[in-house]
């Protein structure tokens, strides 16, 4: 199956999408679902960012910056070099200046270029109720998800069974969702969001209201001294990530910018991820050189509560559940279990290429949250409530853009005062146009906690390790390009699966080579030395072992014409520790693309052929989805994949997306397992969703 693989991959080299839009958006969302390697996630706001920009394009004449760092493909050197030649030499008069930019090369010119433009007229920060209903936007979202195959879980069982029972689903096996929306370019937002997830119940039962989600906000950005403020579901972003973050951030990819956070203080939540916003009141306040974040915000979270007998009328709170899935009886008892307080305040300075910001954040809940104490969780947060505060820095000196934030959280606990500090510095250093480099270290007590963070990190969480990472990014020719990063990095604590101090490296080699506009071809090596329990324990002392990672990857892309492109991939990794027999795993995707310009239908289509040896080889891979939905799935065992997604704009206003895919499994009679297991080795999903636009 191997060799069939790697045959037909090179049978049909030689084809890929083009710099559009579309693959600069794919591109973003790729680089945090490699890092993340989950099915699960929803970066709605990273999309609308880039699609807003798109449509509205920044005006260069009349940025301060802030709008550029959101595009997520500048550097703070890049931005600010921009920024310095306007000051210098005047107005730009035309888009071709950008290539006198000391710091900007050809390729970062071609990624902006969508989302720029130069003019005279300044942007109009007084808006009046007349223009925001005759420009503003008005869209509604509708969109079904069904399942095809019948999953363990919905199966017809008697009401006893169903209610004594955490096997079994309440509610059907469909996916719902809407969303309403009204904007006025990035200056106001209002809307509402609803979804039902597979195996929840829908105006019946635990959910009488209809859908199990439901998030709306009102948001206004632009005026002179409130610069944003927003009431209902918002997201805030302060400095590196490790105080409070709402939201998802780039990872360690191959283009080293992406270490540094660019933080969005404060904007509308528009997602359906159940965990991560936060819902009550804020304002961005704004004098001179000075910027003050309030927020506030009060909502319920799932979590398990249990009673101590001993004491009448106590409860306290044993595990937080972030999956916001309310199927089973068990996954319904905790549904708003807990009511979590956040309250915080962020002031900002800036002046020329020199930013500081001061954060404090209270959390709390309403019932003692007390996990059971483990060996690698006894540093973990418990209690009623706790406090951070953090200071951040940015500063561009020449071409060093110097970054970073130090953090440190406190709470006290049966009159134990627990707490821990947690670290970043970093700078990313611009040489010239074709060469730049960046370094970052990072310290993070294993007794530092915030629920709200994205830190950089290797564990997936701001706590409990020390790391030191360098990256470096060359223009070799006009042709010719490389990408590469290493990272060291050590766990001074336990962590789950790992009963001892533990250490590891990832290191990363990307060469690019792209002749023209239309073609691109690039191989990319990763290593990865993580480690684990051994799987020979006696069930006495667990030894630690090495678990070594490798892939590699060969990408080949041309643009045939104008409305046609291809995009070809093979990846092979293999999986070496001493405790088990060495695992590898290949795969092999296809994609089509069909954009004619003169008819209103556009048509992608995947074909993949994979072969592991075990779900600790799986590979992930982005998929072209509706707008708005994201599917990054995990490819493993041997089978092969396939998808169709075609759009179809019609009458002006609307939008019609239907998707079909497909997993076909060779070596499997079953997927899956428990209330999800599949009988037989199929595995299907579709999506319909209508875009209504006005």
Same mark, same amino acid.
């Given at each position: 199956?191997?060799?069939?693989?790697?045959?037909?991959?090179?049978?049909?080299?030689?084809?890929?999408?083009?710099?559009?839009?579309?693959?600069?958006?794919?591109?973003?969302?790729?680089?945090?679902?490699?890092?993340?390697?989950?099915?699960?996630?929803?970066? %709605?706001?990273?999309?609308?960012?880039?699609?807003?920009?798109?449509?509205?394009?920044?005006?260069?004449?009349?940025?301060?910056?802030?709008?550029?760092?959101?595009?997520?493909?500048?550097?703070?050197?890049?931005?600010?070099?921009?920024?310095?030649?306007?000051?210098?030499?005047?107005?730009?008069?035309?888009?071709?200046?950008?290539?006198?930019?000391?710091?900007?090369?050809?390729?970062?010119?071609?990624?902006?270029?969508?989302?720029?433009?130069?003019?005279?007229?300044?942007?109009?920060?007084?808006? %009046?109720?007349?223009?925001?209903?005759?420009?503003?936007?008005?869209?509604?979202?509708?969109?079904?998800?069904?399942?095809?195959?019948?999953?363990?879980?919905?199966?017809?069982?008697?009401?006893?069974?169903?209610?004594?029972?955490?096997?079994?689903?309440? #509610?059907?096996?469909?996916?719902?969702?809407?969303?309403?929306?009204?904007?006025?370019?990035?200056?106001?937002?209002?809307?509402?969001?609803?979804?039902?997830?597979?195996?929840?119940?829908?105006?019946?039962?635990?959910?009488?209201?209809?859908?199990?989600?439901?998030?709306?906000?009102?948001?206004?950005?632009?005026?002179?001294?409130?610069?944003?403020?927003?009431?209902?579901?918002?997201?805030?972003?302060?400095?590196?990530?490790?105080?409070?973050?709402?939201?998802?951030?780039?990872?360690?990819?191959?283009?080293?910018?992406?270490?540094?956070?660019?933080?969005?203080?404060?904007?509308?939540?528009?997602?359906?991820?159940?965990?991560?916003?936060?819902? #009550?009141?804020?304002?961005?306040?704004?004098?001179?050189?000075?910027?003050?974040?309030?927020?506030?915000?009060?909502?319920?979270?799932?979590?398990?509560?249990?009673?101590?007998?001993?004491?009448?009328?106590?409860?306290?709170?044993?595990?937080?559940?972030?999956? #916001?899935?309310?199927?089973?009886?068990?996954?319904?008892?905790?549904?708003?279990?807990?009511?979590?307080?956040?309250? #915080?305040?962020?002031?900002?300075?800036?002046?020329?290429?020199?930013?500081?910001?001061?954060?404090?954040?209270?959390?709390?809940?309403?019932?003692?949250?007390?996990?059971?104490?483990?060996?690698?969780?006894?540093?973990?947060?418990?209690?009623?409530?706790?406090?951070?505060?953090?200071?951040?820095?940015?500063?561009?000196?020449?071409?060093?853009?110097?970054?970073?934030?130090?953090?440190?959280?406190?709470?006290?606990?049966?009159?134990?005062?627990?707490?821990?500090?947690?670290?970043?510095?970093?700078?990313?250093?611009?040489?010239?146009?074709?060469?730049?480099?960046?370094?970052?270290?990072?310290?993070?007590?294993?007794?530092?906690?915030?629920?709200?963070?994205?830190?950089?990190?290797?564990?997936?969480?701001?706590?409990?390790?020390?790391?030191?990472?360098?990256?470096?990014?060359?223009?070799?020719?006009?042709?010719?390009?490389?990408?590469?990063?290493?990272?060291?990095?050590?766990?001074?604590?336990?962590?789950?699966?790992?009963?001892?101090?533990?250490?590891?490296?990832?290191?990363?080699?990307?060469?690019?080579?792209?002749?023209?506009?239309?073609?691109?071809?690039?191989?990319?090596?990763?290593?990865?030395?993580?480690?684990?329990?051994?799987?020979?324990?006696?069930?006495?002392?667990?030894?630690?072992?090495?678990?070594?990672?490798?892939?590699?990857?060969?990408?080949?892309?041309?643009?045939?014409?104008?409305?046609?492109?291809?995009?070809?991939?093979?990846?092979?990794?293999?999986?070496?520790?001493?405790?088990?027999?060495?695992?590898?795993?290949?795969?092999?995707?296809?994609?089509?693309?069909?954009?004619?310009?003169?008819?209103?239908?556009?048509?992608?289509?995947?074909?993949?052929?994979?072969?592991?040896?075990?779900?600790?080889?799986?590979?992930?891979?982005?998929?072209?989805?509706?707008?708005?939905?994201?599917?990054?799935?995990?490819?493993?065992?041997?089978?092969?994949?396939?998808?169709?997604?075609?759009?179809?704009?019609?009458?002006?206003?609307?939008?019609?997306?239907?998707?079909?895919?497909?997993?076909?499994?060779?070596?499997?009679?079953?997927?899956?397992?428990?209330?999800?297991?599949?009988?037989?080795?199929?595995?299907?999903?579709?999506?319909?969703?209508?875009?209504?636009?006005?």
């Amino acid at each position: 199956m191997k060799v069939v693989v790697a045959i037909f991959f090179f049978l049909t080299i030689g084809f890929v999408f083009g710099q559009d839009k579309g693959e600069i958006i794919q591109q973003r969302i790729e680089f945090i679902s490699e890092q993340l390697q989950s099915e699960e996630i929803d970066l %709605t706001n990273i999309v609308e960012q880039l699609e807003y920009f798109y449509e509205s394009k920044i005006n260069l004449n009349t940025t301060n910056g802030e709008d550029l760092e959101q595009l997520y493909l500048l550097t703070q050197v890049q931005i600010n070099d921009l920024l310095l030649h306007r000051k210098a030499f005047g107005k730009y008069i035309t888009i071709y200046e950008l290539q006198s930019l000391k710091y900007w090369d050809l390729t970062t010119i071609q990624l902006v270029l969508p989302f720029v433009r130069v003019d005279d007229k300044l942007d109009n920060l007084h808006i %009046t109720f007349k223009e925001a209903m005759k420009e503003g936007k008005f869209e509604l979202f509708l969109r079904y998800q069904p399942t095809f195959q019948q999953k363990q879980g919905y199966q017809k069982v008697s009401d006893s069974l169903l209610q004594n029972s955490n096997n079994y689903y309440y #509610g059907n096996s469909d996916r719902y969702y809407t969303r309403f929306r009204y904007t006025y370019k990035s200056n106001i937002s209002v809307g509402f969001t609803g979804e039902k997830d597979p195996g929840e119940q829908f105006f019946k039962g635990s959910q009488k209201n209809g859908f199990d989600f439901y998030s709306a906000h009102a948001f206004f950005k632009g005026g002179k001294y409130i610069s944003a403020a927003v009431v209902g579901d918002y997201q805030v972003q302060v400095g590196q990530g490790l105080n409070i973050w709402s939201s998802y951030a780039f990872g360690k990819t191959a283009d080293i910018a992406t270490m540094k956070r660019t933080a969005n203080p404060l904007k509308a939540y528009t997602s359906v991820d159940e965990a991560r916003f936060l819902r #009550g009141a804020a304002v961005d306040l704004s004098y001179g050189n000075f910027d003050l974040l309030l927020f506030a915000s009060r909502k319920k979270v799932d979590a398990a509560v249990i009673e101590d007998s001993t004491l009448e009328d106590l409860e306290f709170i044993s595990t937080i559940d972030l999956s #916001g899935l309310h199927r089973t009886n068990r996954e319904i008892a905790k549904m708003n279990g807990l009511t979590e307080s956040i309250a #915080g305040a962020n002031l900002r300075y800036a002046f020329g290429g020199l930013k500081l910001g001061g954060t404090f954040v209270y959390q709390g809940y309403d019932k003692d949250f007390v996990k059971d104490i483990r060996n690698h969780n006894q540093f973990d947060f418990r209690g009623r409530s706790m406090v951070s505060g953090s200071f951040d820095y940015s500063y561009v000196l020449k071409n060093i853009n110097f970054f970073g934030e130090v953090s440190r959280n406190y709470n006290n606990y049966q009159n134990q005062k627990m707490g821990g500090l947690a670290m970043v510095h970093g700078a990313l250093i611009s040489l010239d146009s074709r060469a730049s480099i960046g370094i970052l270290y990072r310290n993070y007590d294993r007794a530092y906690n915030t629920f709200y963070n994205a830190g950089f990190s290797e564990g997936g969480n701001t706590q409990n390790e020390k790391g030191l990472y360098a990256g470096l990014k060359l223009k070799l020719n006009s042709k010719w390009s490389l990408n590469g990063y290493a990272d060291i990095f050590q766990f001074p604590w336990m962590k789950y699966l790992v009963d001892a101090p533990s250490f590891g490296h990832e290191f990363l080699i990307q060469p690019v080579y792209k002749p023209n506009k239309i073609f691109e071809i690039y191989g990319r090596f990763r290593q990865q030395v993580r480690q684990r329990n051994s799987r020979d324990s006696d069930g006495t002392v667990t030894e630690i072992e090495d678990v070594l990672q490798r892939n590699y990857r060969f990408n080949l892309s041309y643009t045939v014409n104008e409305f046609f492109t291809l995009k070809s991939r093979i990846e092979y990794v293999t999986l070496n520790r001493k405790s088990n027999k060495p695992e590898d795993g290949i795969m092999f995707t296809q994609d089509f693309v069909f954009r004619p310009k003169s008819f209103p239908l556009d048509i992608a289509l995947r074909y993949a052929l994979f072969d592991t040896d075990s779900y600790d080889t799986r590979m992930y891979s982005f998929e072209n989805n509706a707008l708005y939905v994201f599917a990054v799935p995990a490819y493993y065992y041997q089978g092969s994949r396939a998808y169709i997604l075609v759009r179809y704009s019609f009458a002006r206003h609307f939008d019609l997306w239907v998707r079909y895919g497909e997993f076909l499994y060779n070596n499997r009679s079953t997927i899956s397992s428990g209330a999800e297991e599949i009988k037989g080795s199929r595995k299907s999903d579709f999506v319909v969703q209508l875009r209504m636009s006005f």
